[in-house]
């Protein structure tokens, strides 16, 4: 095993990327079917989610982002599945804004969710601790965005939640996956909506996250492409990374009415910079969204492994990390791409 590096600023992997950046999946169930995540004919009445005993409890996540602080994360997300349909998320957000007072550190707490329940849960959520939202979004076109999430909910009902959000006093980002022939004729329209409102509109290349969603490069819109189809009608302007290890490339509208980005996981990969560790929801540590398998940390948690023992073993885990699977993408075959077992992006939230 490689010798560990343990610097003031936290623990650093074998190319020396810093682990900031921790997301917490709190279930593995969701209320949509997205034809990019969750394919309705996978993920059918009898697909077996986990159950309740199963999953990580309130407190067993609290320990583990103790454990994550003392390793030097400064920011804590929440994913699912959907989040809130993980009963009392309340109650674990501020679990977790009380880490806050420990030992200076002071991280941000974000969800990312579909939408489908934050205008009933946004006043809650920031009163518990939520410094920010991300919603996913992938069309306006309301016939479209019922055929994409596959369950007829309505893209008003999102709109609606994301007002709420705004009006609770959180920050606002959207997400939308751009998957060719589906949705990529949205994108002026979603860019045009959202200008001016201070929510920042970010489009993701579709990607070859799991194997149930029958990717093909053949569907993926490159970022560069997306940037000058806005550009055309909307003079952008490049904006320097407001962090390191940040996903997205920022453009801003030159007119001033906000900004946009754009995170190019295909096309431009950015494991270079990747300080992200993913917890999926029954306790497994996973250290690339394309990671083939996970550490058990709820075994030591149940096992009775004391804080100390915790947070040795997360740095243990990253100090051998050695990731980078969106860098050799393309060096490997068709076939090598599909014999690789990959986590599905609903079970350690994307």
């Known amino acids: 095993m490689s010798p560990l590096k343990l610097p003031s600023t936290g623990v650093l992997d074998t190319r020396d990327r810093p682990l900031r950046d921790l997301r917490i999946s709190v279930t593995d169930r969701c209320n949509f079917r997205c034809v990019y995540c969750m394919p309705r004919e996978v993920f059918g009445r009898d697909y077996a989610f986990l159950e309740r005993h199963e999953l ?30 993980r009963r009392g998320i309340e109650e674990l957000v501020s679990r977790l804004a009380a880490l806050r007072t420990l030992g200076g550190s002071k991280p941000e707490i974000a969800l990312t969710t579909n939408g489908s329940a934050l205008a009933v849960k946004a006043e809650a959520l920031k009163a518990a601790g939520v410094d920010r939202v991300t919603v996913s979004i992938d069309s306006l076109d309301d ?31 959207l997400n939308t996956v751009v998957k060719r022939g589906l949705n990529d004729g949205e994108i002026l329209s979603l860019a045009e909506h959202f200008r001016g409102t201070g929510h920042v509109l970010r489009f993701i290349e579709y990607m070859d996250v799991g ?22 009608r909307f003079p952008l302007e490049q904006v320097a990374p407001s962090a390191p290890g940040e996903t997205a490339k920022r453009w801003r509208y030159a007119d001033g009415s906000g900004e946009i980005g754009v995170i190019s996981s295909v096309t431009n990969a950015f494991c270079g910079t990747c300080n992200r560790a993913r917890l999926s929801t029954e ?3 996973f250290t690339c969204l394309f990671a083939t398998e996970g550490h058990d940390l709820r075994a030591l948690l149940r096992g009775g492994a004391d804080d100390d023992e915790l947070t040795a073993t997360l740095a243990r885990i990253w100090g051998v990390r050695d990731d980078r699977y969106s860098e050799i993408r393309s060096s490997l075959t068709p076939e090598l791409r599909a014999d690789r077992h990959r986590i599905e992006m609903s079970y350690i939230g994307g």
């Open 56 to 85: 990580l409890t309130f407190e067993e996540i609290e320990r583990i982002a103790r454990a994550a602080l003392a390793n030097g994360v400064r920011k804590l997300r929440l994913t699912g599945g959907e989040p809130l349909l």
């Open 143 to 173: 016939q479209l965005f019922r055929r994409m999430n596959d369950v007829e909910f309505p893209v008003a009902r999102v709109l609606q939640g994301i007002d709420a959000a705004q009006a609770a006093g959180m920050p606002v980002k």
């Open 211 to 232: 194997a149930t969603n029958g990717w093909s490069l053949d569907e993926v819109v490159p970022s560069a492409e997306i940037v000058a189809t806005i550009a055309a």
């Open 283 to 285: 306790g497994r540590l």
